[in-house]
C-alpha cells in the first residue's frame, strides 16, 4: 500500500535523539556513574578489597565489550525497538538481585545480568539508532545523545542520598524498578531506518513517498565483506586502540573517583560532587566537539581531547586537602575531553566506514575496549592495596592518553580509499 506522508513538523529523528538522551541519562547515573556511590558501602558490610569490588566493573565493561559486536549486528538487522525493551526488563532483574547479594559470587553474577542487560541498549545501540536518521546534523545529534550521559551526573547526589535513607539494597531495588518505569516507554518511541517509513536521513522525503522494502534483510555478501576489510584496516585499529586507552582511564576514574578522594582525606559529600561534576561537565565536550565535528578536522579535534585528557588526570593525581583546586582543571580538562572524544570517536566511524554497518563496526570497536573496561578498575585497586596511594597510576593513565593522542594524530585521512561500506 502506498503511503501519502507529508513531511512532519519536527523531524522524527530528533525524537529518537529525545528518547536516546533519557535512556543514556538514566543508565548512566545509575549503571555506570553510579557504581561509584555504591562502592564504599558494600566494602563496609562485606570487607571485601577494593580489587575485588573494582572488578565488578570489569565484569561489566567485559560483558558489555564482548557482547557489543553481537548488538551491533543485531540493532543493524532489527532495529533498537526489542533491544532496548529487554534490556531494560534484565537491568531491572539484575539490579534486584544485587540488592540480595550476601557472597563475592552472587555480587558478580549479579553484575553480569546488569552488564548483558544494559548492552542491549548500550551507546552502540543508542548512536546506531539516530545515526541511522542523520548525516549532514549528525555529529550534533550524536552529541545531543550522549549528553544524556553527561547529565547522569545529576543523578549520583539522588543514588547517593538514596543509599544514606534506604540503605543501599533498598536503594538498588528502587533504581532497577525505574528501567522498566523509564526504559519500557520509552523503547516504544524508537525506529530502525527513516526509509521505512518515506523518509530519508536529515528529514527529506523519499522520491516515491513510500517506505523501502526488504531494509532488514539478511546483509549480502558485498556488505559482510566491506565489514571484514573494515575491521582489518589501519583506520579501524588506530579507532579502536586510541578508544581502548580511553576506556582503561576512564572506567578506571570512574569507578575509583569516590574512594580515591576520601583516601587523601576529602569528605564523601565533596567527593560525590565530584563524581557528579565529572559527566555533567562532560556535557560540553559532547556538544562543543559535535559542533566543530561538523566543520572542522575530526582527526585535530580527538587529539586534542586527548591532550585534554592527559592534563587532567595529571592534575587528579596530586589532589589533597591543601591543594584542592586541582579539581578544577581535572573536572575541566578531563571531563570536556573525555566527553568531546567519545562524540567523535562516533563520527569517525559514521565518517570512515558508512552508515548500513555502522552498528556492527562501532560494537566491534566496543569490542576492542573491553580490554580497558577490564584491565582498568582492578588494576587501579590492587595498586592501592598494594602501596595505599592511587598517584603512580594515574601518572601511568596520564602517560596513556598521550599515547592514544599519537595514535589519533597519525590517522590516515578518510579519503574514498578508506570508506569500506556502502551508505546502504
Keep these: 500500500m502506498r503511503l501519502n506522508l507529508k ?6 529523528g530528533w525524537w529518537i535523539v529525545g528518547a536516546s538522551f533519557l535512556l543514556a541519562l538514566y543508565v548512566g547515573g545509575v549503571v555506570f556513574y553510579g557504581f561509584t556511590a555504591v562502592f564504599e558501602p558494600i ?19 567485559m ?16 532495529g533498537p525497538r526489542r533491544l532496548i525493551f529487554s534490556g531494560a526488563t534484565l537491568t531491572c532483574l539484575g539490579l534486584i538481585l544485587l540488592s540480595r547479594t550476601n557472597s563475592l559470587g552472587m555480587f558478580y553474577g549479579a553484575f553480569a545480568i546488569i552488564a548483558i542487560g544494559v548492552s542491549a541498549f548500550s551507546i552502540t545501540i543508542l548512536v546506531t539508532a539516530v ?15 550522549s549528553c544524556g550521559y553527561g547529565f547522569s551526573g545529576l543523578l549520583i547526589p539522588v543514588v547517593v542520598k538514596l543509599i544514606d535513607m534506604y540503605e543501599w539494597r533498598t536503594a538498588m531495588v528502587i533504581c532497577g524498578l525505574g528501567f522498566c518505569l523509564i526504559g519500557l516507554p520509552l523503547s516504544l518511541l524508537m525506529r530502525h531506518k527513516p526509509e521505512q517509513y518515506g523518509y530519508l536521513p536529515d528529514g527529506e522525503v523519499s522520491s516515491s513517498g513510500s517506505p523501502v522494502k526488504n531494509i532488514t534483510s539478511v546483509p549480502t555478501a558485498e556488505e559482510e565483506g566491506g565489514i571484514r576489510q573494515a575491521i582489518t584496516s589501519r583506520a579501524f585499529w588506530h579507532i579502536g586502540i586510541a578508544s581502548l586507552f580511553q576506556s582503561t582511564i576512564l572506567f578506571s576514574i570512574i569507578t575509583h573517583v569516590m574512594p580515591y578522594l576520601s583516601s587523601v582525606g576529602i569528605a564523601r559529600t565533596t567527593a560525590g560532587l565530584v563524581a557528579s561534576g565529572v559527566p555533567v561537565l562532560s556535557t560540553i565536550g559532547r556538544l562543543g566537539f559535535g559542533w566543530f565535528g561538523d566543520r572542522i578536522n575530526k582527526r585535530l579535534i580527538i587529539a586534542v581531547g586527548f591532550a585534554m585528557l592527559s592534563f587532567g588526570v595529571l592534575s587528579f ?7 584542592m583546586w586541582l579539581l578544577v582543571p581535572f573536572l575541566l580538562l578531563f571531563s570536556i575531553g573525555y566527553g ?3 562524540i567523535i570517536r562516533m563520527a569517525l566511524v559514521r565518517e570512515y566506514f558508512g552508515r548500513s554497518r555502522f552498528g556492527s563496526i562501532h560494537g566491534f570497536i566496543m569490542g576492542v575496549m573491553t580490554l580497558g573496561h577490564i584491565s582498568g578498575p582492578p588494576l587501579a585497586g590492587w595498586v592501592f592495596d598494594n602501596w595505599g596511594s592511587y598517584r603512580g597510576i594515574w601518572v601511568a593513565f596520564a602517560g ?23 551508505e546502504g
Design 131 to 145: 545515526a541511522n536518521w542523520f548525516r549532514q546534523k549528525l555529529s550534533l545529534a550524536i552529541g545531543i545523545t
Design 340 to 342: 568531546g572524544n567519545n
Design 317 to 323: 593525581s596530586y589532589v589533597n586537602t591543601e591543594i
Design 43 to 61: 566494602a563496609n558490610e562485606f570487607g571485601w578489597s577494593y580489587a575485588q569490588i573494582s572488578l565488578a566493573a570489569s565484569l561489566r565493561g
Design 7 to 12: 513531511p512532519p513538523r519536527v523531524f522524527y
Design 63 to 78: 560483558e558489555t565489550g564482548l557482547l557489543a559486536p553481537l548488538m551491533g549486528m543485531l540493532v543493524d538487522r532489527w
Design 400 to 422: 596513556l592518553a598521550v599515547g592514544a593522542l599519537i595514535i589519533m594524530a597519525t590517522l590516515p585521512p578518510a579519503s574514498s580509499k578508506t570508506r569500506f561500506v556502502n
